[in-house]
């Protein structure tokens, strides 16, 4: 049984830092790729950022390039979000995403039925 369990997020006021993880456990073997999507109150789920486990390629949303790093610990299977310079717009659920399956075309990255297995989600609040 495949989890994702993501943890870290919180209150940040704007212009703050937070890092928010993502464990992976249960697989057959090493996830392929891996990304973050987040949901903010009363709007659809959006990609953010995304990252193949083998090579370490990311792919980053416009509104967050510059910003956000995604990153991952291959000894721990652990992925992570470091976001930065926040703003009260990055208020969301930000959800964990994974598929053990493999893609030659990176713009599927960015594509929510890429990716088989999904995390519970954490929130993360700016705000003053």
């Known amino acids: 049984q495949v989890q994702l369990v993501e943890s870290g997020g919180g209150l940040v006021q704007p212009g703050g830092s937070q890092r928010i993880s993502c464990a992976a456990s249960?697989?057959?073997?090493?996830?392929?790729?891996m990304a973050w999507f987040r949901q903010a109150p009363g709007k659809e789920r959006h990609f953010v950022a995304a990252?193949?486990?083998?090579?370490?390629?990311?792919r980053y949303a416009d509104s967050v390039k510059g910003r956000f790093t995604i990153s991952r610990d291959n000894a721990k299977n652990t992925m992570y979000l470091r976001m930065n310079n926040l703003e009260s717009e990055d208020t969301a659920v930000y959800y964990c995403?994974?598929?053990?399956?493999?893609?030659?075309?990176?713009?599927?990255?960015?594509?929510?039925?890429?990716?088989?297995?999904w995390g519970q989600g954490t929130q993360v609040t700016v705000s003053s």
């Open positions: 995403a994974a598929t053990f399956r493999s893609f030659f075309d990176d713009f599927v990255l960015s594509e929510e039925n890429t990716y088989e297995f």
């Open positions: 990252v193949r486990w083998s090579s370490g390629l990311t």
């Open positions: 249960g697989g057959p073997r090493r996830t392929s790729i």
